[in-house]
């Protein structure tokens, strides 16, 4: 509870400046200002590790409980500055909140409420929420509608167990569905071919409607092929969709 803590003084005054010369670009250039919030279960498994927490939630559930409530509180409240700053979506990592770690019932246990004060909170201020997991959704999507997520990004169908028409299936009349491109085998290094083949996959697996067509993680590298497959993905998505 002593660690973390929000920014304030010189920190906040430089975060709040960042923000607004941010703003203005993002104004100008008609695109969302998004803000990228760390969330509860990802600073939890880089603070403690996830098998410490495992055996916590079975043998010390208190102990865990008072632990999602200290690192949620600030997880909240540097959303709470970023949406007082004017930012329109919020993305929140969820990369170690998934059933990849926890079980289902442990999810909604210790993960979900979490996760609707979170939505609610940047619903509020009219704002929209993303949230981030690329693997071992399947049981949990049920909770991401009942959340009231806007958008679940980062879907990778080259992960474990993700299976993108079931995840449409599943919650896509309600949520958007954001990624459908594996970043590394197709974009970074893969051939136009494999790309043109994912962009179709992706799209059909997840379109038509409530669908962006993005990359499932961050790309890494600067040089050919990845700049080339990237605008191959984005002159594909055009002869696909209009």
Do not use: M
């Given at each position: 509870a002593c660690l973390l803590q929000p920014p304030s003084g010189r920190v906040l005054d430089q975060f709040r400046s960042d923000v607004m010369r941010c703003r203005r670009f993002c104004d100008q250039s008609g695109i969302l200002l998004s803000f990228y919030a760390w969330g509860v279960g990802d600073p939890m498994a880089w603070f403690s590790g996830v098998e410490p927490l495992l055996f916590m939630a079975v043998e010390q559930p208190d102990v865990l409980r008072r632990y999602?409530?200290?690192?949620?509180?600030?997880?909240?409240?540097?959303?709470?500055?970023?949406?007082?700053?004017?930012?329109?979506?919020?993305?929140?990592?969820?990369?170690?909140?998934?059933?990849?770690?926890?079980?289902?019932?442990?999810?909604?246990?210790f993960f979900l409420e979490p996760l609707k004060r979170d939505v609610a909170l940047c619903h509020e201020a009219g704002a929209l929420f993303d949230y981030v997991m690329a693997s071992g959704t399947a049981p949990l999507l049920p909770f991401f509608a009942k959340a009231g997520v806007d958008i679940h990004s980062n879907i990778d169908p080259h992960a474990p167990n993700t299976e993108m028409k079931a995840i449409k299936s599943a919650i896509g009349g309600t949520v958007t569905l954001c990624g459908g491109i594996n970043n590394y085998h197709?974009?970074?290094?893969?051939?136009?071919?494999?790309?043109?083949?994912?962009?179709?996959?992706?799209?059909?697996?997840?379109?038509?409607?409530?669908c962006i067509l993005a990359p499932s993680d961050v790309l890494t590298a600067t040089a050919q092929p990845c700049e080339r497959n990237f605008h191959r993905m984005i002159e594909t998505w055009k002869k696909v969709t209009w």
């Open positions: 999602v409530d200290i690192v949620s509180s600030w997880n909240r409240k540097v959303i709470e500055l970023a949406l007082d700053c004017g930012v329109d979506l919020v993305v929140r990592r969820g990369w170690y909140e998934s059933t990849d770690f926890w079980s289902p019932s442990l999810y909604e246990q197709v974009l970074e290094i893969g051939t136009e071919a494999e790309v043109d083949r994912a962009v179709h996959g992706a799209i059909e697996a997840l379109g038509p409607d409530r």
